[in-house]
């Protein structure tokens, strides 16, 4: 049996997580203070995603960037994928939160949202 651990992101509580697993099953997850804990767990270790957040030039606005996202979060393995494909993208003013920046990034079928206005 192999343990792993980890600490629990999901709050400001930050539980230390210890996973008990045999192969690539999980058996057991210890430490968490609440069920949110042994959620994080169970999929940072069989399919880690995260959330992307960056930049992106707007053009003509009042400002010359805009805070982005991924609308959702995506496989962890595509996160640097994700983050190239918005190096070349320069918008428009204006931007309002919520306008799709790009879709279907880095091929995950989630899109990249504005995240504040800018005029």
Do not use: F, H, W
Request: with cysteine.
């Amino acid at each position: 049996m192999e343990e792993k651990n980890l600490i629990c992101i999901n709050c400001p509580l930050g539980c230390m997580l210890t996973v008990a697993m045999d192969g690539k099953k999980i058996v057991s997850v210890a430490g968490n203070t609440c069920r949110r804990g042994d959620t994080y767990a169970r999929k940072e270790l069989t399919n880690p995603t995260r959330i992307v957040t960056s930049t992106v030039r707007v053009l003509g606005g009042s400002e010359s960037m805009v805070s982005v996202k991924t609308k959702e979060d995506i496989p962890k393995g595509k996160v640097l994928e994700c983050v190239r494909a918005l190096k070349d993208v320069v918008l428009p003013a204006p931007v309002k939160i919520g306008d799709v920046i790009l879709e279907d990034a880095a091929g995950t079928g989630v899109s990249i949202v504005a995240t504040k206005n800018v005029q």
